[in-house]
Each structure stands twice: as C-alpha cells, then as structure tokens.
C-alpha cells in the first residue's frame, strides 16, 4: 500500500500538471468601441476583454486591464461587443409549424430526422448570437434533445449551451395530435398523466433521462367569448400542478409553465412554477403574485404577430391573442414582474429570433431593458448566472458584437456580425 507521502507527493504532481495546463491556455485580447455591462445596464466605451482558453479572465476599460503579453487580439473597436445571447424559450426539434407541418412532423418524420434537423437549427440559433438556450420540450421526439445537448457539450456539433425539458407533461385530450378516429393509434407531443402520482413519476422518468428542467401545459385549449375576451381552459388540477413542482424542486429541477391566463395560470402560479412561458392574458392578481414570489415571465412575443385573421373571425374584428399579449406584457413590464427573453423559435425558422427584441422595445421596453432580458435576467432564469450572461472574469467567454448601437436601433440585434462561445470564434464579419 502505498503511503500517504507518496499519495500526497502524486496528487501534488497532479496539481502541479493541472496548473501549467491552464496556465498554457492562449491568451486572446478583444477591444470593443463599447462593451455592454449586463449587470449594471450600462456600456463602457473603449473597452477591453482578456480570454484565456474558455473563460473572460479580466473585463472593463482599456485602461483598467492589463494586456498579456504575446496575446492574439482581436479588433472590434467600430463595434459594440455583449455577453453571449440566450433565449429562456425554443424548440430545436421543430422546424415550420407555422407553415402548418406540426402533424407531418410527428407522424411523417423519425425521431432520427427529426433530431438530425435539431442539430443544423442549433448551429443557426448559434451563429445568429445564441450561445446558451432553454429548449422547452421535444414536440414528440422523447429524449432527443438530451443527445443534442450532449453532442454539443462533447464538442461533436456545434450550437448553443443547452437545458433541455425533453418531452413536456400534460394531460389526456390536452395536446396535440387531436382530431383523428378513436381507431387510430396516433404519437402524442407531450407526456400525459392524470393523476398526482403519475405526475411525479413523469418528473422521475424525465430527469433519470437527462431534464434539466421540467415543462407542462397549465392551459391548452382557449376560445373567445362573445365581448372578446379570452377563455383558457386549464388541463391539470392544482393538487397534480402541486405534485409536479414539489417533485421537481426536490429533485433540483426548475418548473416552466405554459399557461395563457385564467384557472390554469393561477394553478401554475399557486403550485409555484418557476416561469411562465407566453402569459397572453396575465391579470392583475397573477401579476403580483409573480412579482411577490419572483416568477418569471418568457414572453414571446414576436410568434403571435404572423397571422392573427382566425382570432379576428372569431372576434368579430375585436382582438386577437397579439393584442391581448401586448396588453397583457405592458402591465407586467409596469408591475416590476422579471421578465426573460425567450421566443418560441421553432414555429418559425430558427436563426431568425432575434426579431423578438423589436416588440419587446415596441410594447414598452427600454433598449437596455431588452439586452438585460436576454442576458442577465435570462441567465438568472436557467441558475447560469454564475456562468453566461455578463462579461465577467471567471464566467464562459461567450460573446457576441453588432456594427452598430442596439440602444439606439434594436434591430441591431438581428444583423449579430461576430460570436465566441468559450473562447472560440464561431463567426466574425468585422474583420
């Protein structure tokens, strides 16, 4: 047996090995004309980010950091450089629901295929900006996006850093596929369960196949009433809402509820959900509920805009679920409700998101507001804060710069002209 001086003498070559290792990392240098502080909501001008291997090791104004000797630096000064986006809402595993292919999708299409397409959607929503995202269920694909995530995190693919919520819960006759005979075995785009105990063994199976978190529906189905209104029936019960948050909070894992309004929100909200995922017709009690308890709200917005002529039929030519959510986004921007980027990607082709922040600035938020959203306070959302969402020493050196100043013209944001993901270029038209 080997004793304890040499064990120790071993572990201290080890450290020592370990030590130069990270000590050999390359040192790049990036200078920004303006770089975005995402914790305090403010831009230094003439700044510097110093890189070693995959993470920020000194950030700021140029004369604040010093500069390592033989570093590779990189010119950015025309540009305004910010962390690494994230968008808190996506589903890779589709690709063009809104061109009415969600049934072909699921009955047409392998797993296979399907996750096949999740990876090139990956490596869009990065090179667009995205460097870590909450992909919020599989659509029908089980426990595909766990393999995307992993592939990716082992270096086999590229694509943003990834949580994933694999297939989603919700209840008999509360998702699609619906409308075919009785007689016809048809694929489902969620996991159902009726009951408290099959709830939490939901949340037991997901997470024993790699969730990260834990998705369900708290509404489904919706209709307007004669005056306008709209109507959001609501799928599970509290007690099963409460089973699946208890379960998912005792296991570590974060609860996102899709829920429009009404009893279903108020299940969500009760239960205490960690986010709401759209939140079209948040009243003033959920609103300060989800103030009170810290809850957060994903809105996106940017996906109901595309065609809103059934609402309007229904309506009468009263409304539709795009003015409903944008009334409904203004009193909870109002309220101080933590609000994170997200966008529904998916429905809509992928690497084009970034639309979103121009309705978020249009129904109300400051520029800044909106960067804070899909950095700080989306980082926050997923429990990442310690690693993406500011330019920070320690924190991954994900980044990403646009020519011009998004404060003045958000759209700046779809025109993203270079990314880094842990210290490596993915793209740069700057140069």
């Known amino acids: 047996m080997k004793s304890r001086h040499a064990i120790g003498a071993a572990l201290g070559v080890l450290a020592l090995a370990v030590s130069l290792g990270a000590q050999s990392d390359p ?33 700021g104004a140029a004369d604040q950091v010093k500069i390592p000797a033989g570093a590779t630096e990189i010119n950015l000064q025309h540009a305004t450089l910010l962390p690494g986006l994230i968008d808190a809402h996506t589903h890779l595993l589709l690709t063009g629901e809104l061109a009415g292919r969600y049934d072909e999708e699921l009955l047409k299409e392998s797993y296979q295929y399907r996750t096949i397409e999740a990876v090139v959607n990956a490596r869009k929503d990065l090179e667009a900006g995205f460097t870590s995202m909450r992909d919020v269920e599989t659509e029908g694909s089980m426990y595909s996006d766990v393999d995307v995530r992993n592939a990716i995190n082992r270096g086999l693919v590229p694509g943003p850093r990834l949580e994933v919520a694999t297939r989603a819960l919700s209840t008999t006759g509360g998702y699609a596929l619906e409308g075919y005979s009785p007689e016809v075995t048809v694929p489902s785009g969620v996991q159902k369960v009726d009951s408290p105990w099959e709830a939490r063994k939901a949340v037991r199976e997901q997470i024993s196949y790699g969730a990260d978190l834990i998705k369900i529906y708290g509404t489904h189905h919706f209709y307007f009433t004669p005056d306008g209104k709209l109507a959001n029936i609501p799928t599970f019960t509290l007690e099963e809402v409460q089973a699946i948050v208890d379960e998912a909070h005792r296991l570590g894992k974060k609860v996102a509820c899709h829920a429009y309004g009404g009893p279903g929100l108020h299940n969500c909200l009760d239960a205490g959900v960690d986010s709401i995922e759209h939140g079209l017709d948040l009243d003033e009690a959920a609103i300060q509920e989800m103030v009170q308890k810290h809850i957060y709200l994903v809105p996106t917005l940017y996906v109901y805009e595309f065609d809103s002529s059934d609402d309007l039929k229904a309506t009468g030519g009263k409304t539709s679920r795009a003015r409903i959510h944008e009334a409904s986004f203004r009193r909870a921007l109002a309220a101080g409700v933590p609000i994170a980027f997200g966008t529904d990607v998916g429905p809509f082709p992928h690497g084009t998101q970034a639309k979103e922040f121009a309705y978020m600035v249009r129904f109300g938020m400051t520029p800044v507001q909106a960067l804070r959203a899909a950095t700080w306070t989306a980082a926050e959302l997923m429990g990442w804060q310690d690693r993406v969402g500011s330019v920070a020493p320690g924190k991954f050196a994900d980044l990403v710069a646009v020519e011009g100043d998004p404060t003045g013209d958000i759209t700046e944001l779809e025109r993203v002209k270079f990314v880094m993901k842990g210290g490596q270029v993915v793209r740069n038209d700057l140069k």
Not at 28 to 44: H, K
């Open 27 to 59: 040192w790049v240098v990036i200078r920004a004309g303006r770089l975005f502080d995402s914790q305090q909501g403010v831009f230094i001008t003439n700044a510097v980010v110093v890189v070693q291997g995959e993470r920020i090791a000194q950030a």
